[in-house]
């Protein structure tokens, strides 16, 4: 794995962000990279650590942590430094994969349809463009 010669995350968070596409980061693995890695491995594994699976729970299926606790008490506490690290706020967003029963035969459905409504004027040039059906789902 490489060193960090560049001075951290915090003062390389673009580079390190894909600015100029990892030019020179990944092989070897640069540390910084990789400590930038396992941060977001870490913040998507809470989304899965705090989803309420109890069924008999009123609540289940929501979220077992507010806000303010989420990280701590999904034991991402060490990912929640990562944001002093950057010196700055930091927004990620992570969605868990498919967890219950009825997730999983909505994956099954994969019916695509036309793409036309996110590509504007390129439908025209596009006509086959196709997206998953749920993608559009709230999109206006």
């Not at 390190?16 to 540390?31: N, T, Y």
């Not at 950057?86 to 868990?96: D, F, N, P, S, T």
């Not at 029963?101 to 040039?125: I, K, N, Q």
Request: charged content about 20%.
């Amino acid at each position: 794995m490489a060193s960090s010669a560049a001075g951290g995350i915090a003062k390389r968070w673009r580079e390190l962000q894909g600015e100029h596409s990892w030019d020179g980061l990944l092989d070897p693995l640069d540390i910084d990279l990789r400590k930038s890695i396992i941060n977001y491995g870490e913040l998507t594994q809470a989304t899965y650590d705090s989803f309420n699976t109890e069924q008999r729970s009123p609540h289940a299926g929501a979220c077992m942590y507010g806000y303010g606790d989420l990280l701590e008490k999904s034991g991402a506490a060490a990912a929640g430094q990562y944001k002093h690290a950057v010196a700055g706020q930091y927004i990620v967003v992570a969605w868990r994969g498919t967890i219950r029963p009825l997730e999983w035969s909505r994956d099954f459905d994969v019916a695509a349809t036309s793409a036309a409504p996110v590509l504007g004027a390129a439908a025209s040039t596009n006509p086959l463009a196709m997206v998953h059906n749920g993608f559009l789902q709230g999109r206006s």
